[in-house]
């Protein structure tokens, strides 16, 4: 993989997709820290099924608070480690309104202090809601960046960091969402679908399923 190649992989990508977006549903900073938080080992689909009960009834921290554990575990029981979910939404949202005036923080130090918060989702709300460049590295983007060779790394900060590197400054704002939406629907984990690929022809991959 070189520079040009990278150029025009990400030139491919803006020009199907010239406004990437997550497919998470909200309608606040607020409400995509929530959904973000619980996306954890779910699929968003399964998350905008639960949210579309939870934030109708409680979507911001206070009223995450004066739902209560219990009212907050009915709504979100749906999604994969919901318990632990239910606490860290909890914990998180009283450690909004004391410290933060409610407001989601637009920094990655006061972001990763919230409970249930990484590194990931904190990139993931620094990019999307306050369109900072950041990388949130999933599953889905470590394996496109070390399958196509965009970015190899042994885990997910090594992957994050060279993807901040190599990928041209002028994609780097969108390209978390590009290989997102890359991996989960054309790169896929088993069996990629290489012939419906828009970069096949610039990729690293040695075992392309192109038939």
């Not at 639960?50 to 109708?56: D, E």
């Not at 009834?57 to 004066?66: Q, R, S, W």
């Not at 606490?87 to 309104?97: G, R, V």
């Not at 410290?99 to 709300?125: C, F, M, W, Y």
Request: glycine fraction near 4%; charged fraction near 25%; charge should be positive.
């Amino acid at each position: 993989m070189n520079k040009d190649k990278r150029l025009e992989i990400f030139t491919r990508l803006q020009a199907d997709n010239p406004k990437p977006l997550t497919e998470l549903h909200y309608s606040s900073h607020f409400e995509l820290l929530v959904a973000v938080a619980l996306s954890a080992q779910a699929t968003d689909k399964s998350v905008n099924k639960a949210t579309a009960k939870l934030f109708p009834v409680a979507n911001t921290p206070e009223a995450i608070v004066e739902l209560g554990l219990d009212g907050v575990k009915e709504h979100i029981k749906t999604i994969g480690l919901y318990n632990n979910k239910a606490k860290h939404m909890i914990a998180m949202s009283e450690q909004l309104i004391v410290q933060h005036h409610s407001i989601v923080p637009d920094n990655r130090p006061d972001l990763e202090a919230l409970a249930g918060v990484g590194r990931k989702t904190a990139n993931v709300i620094l990019n999307t809601a306050f369109r900072q460049i950041a990388m949130a590295v999933d599953t889905h983007i470590f394996r496109v960046s070390n399958r196509t060779g965009l970015a190899k790394g042994k885990n997910v900060v090594e992957v994050e960091k060279m993807l901040l590197r190599h990928v041209p400054k002028a994609f780097l704002l969108d390209a978390h969402h590009w290989l997102i939406l890359l991996g989960r629907y054309i790169c896929v984990a088993r069996k990629p679908r290489c012939q419906a690929c828009l970069i096949s022809d610039l990729c690293d991959y040695k075992e392309k399923n192109l038939d």
